[in-house]
């Protein structure tokens, strides 16, 4: 069974519903209310430590960092084969996680300060 923890104001999160989209998988949808710190309270951190979206529970065991969710469900579930495999377009979807904290905690990348 997959459950994705996320919400719809995350990029991240987004990309991974795309790959879910994708290969028609099913998947339950928990969503994480970053406004009301949700990602902070003790029962999330759990499973991601950083206190970030997404996360992605497959049987019970979670998996962190959006770009490592989408190569997880590449290995995992490998049909359809990922349209992602264009070197250029692969390398273009690794750099879409958020590199930076969403402005709900502040920020920790200087530039965005
Ligand atoms: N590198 C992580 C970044 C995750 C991340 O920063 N997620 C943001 C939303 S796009 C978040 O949960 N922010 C909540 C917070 O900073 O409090 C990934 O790609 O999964």
Same mark, same amino acid.
């Given at each position: 069974?997959?459950? *994705? +923890?996320?919400t719809?104001? /995350?990029?991240? #999160?987004? !990309?991974?519903?795309?790959? *879910?989209?994708? !290969? #028609?998988?099913?998947?339950?949808?928990?969503v994480?209310?970053?406004?009301?710190? #949700?990602? $902070?309270?003790?029962?999330?951190?759990?499973?991601?430590? !950083?206190?970030?979206?997404? $996360? *992605?529970?497959?049987?019970?065991?979670?998996?962190?960092?959006? $770009?490592?969710?989408?190569? +997880? *469900?590449?290995?995992?579930?490998?049909?359809?084969?990922?349209?992602?495999?264009?070197?250029?377009?692969?390398?273009? #979807?690794?750099?879409?996680?958020?590199? =930076?904290? /969403?402005? $709900? =905690?502040?920020?920790? /990348?200087?530039?965005?300060?």
């Amino acid at each position: 069974m997959l459950a *994705l +923890y996320h919400t719809n104001i /995350s990029v991240c #999160a987004q !990309k991974v519903r795309l790959v *879910l989209a994708e !290969k #028609a998988l099913a998947w339950e949808s928990r969503v994480v209310d970053l406004i009301a710190g #949700a990602q $902070t309270w003790p029962d999330y951190v759990a499973l991601n430590p !950083k206190g970030v979206v997404p $996360t *992605l529970v497959h049987d019970g065991r979670p998996i962190v960092e959006s $770009t490592v969710i989408c190569e +997880y *469900l590449d290995d995992a579930f490998p049909a359809p084969p990922p349209r992602r495999s264009d070197p250029p377009i692969r390398w273009s #979807a690794r750099g879409c996680g958020c590199g =930076r904290r /969403s402005r $709900t =905690r502040g920020s920790t /990348s200087p530039a965005a300060r």
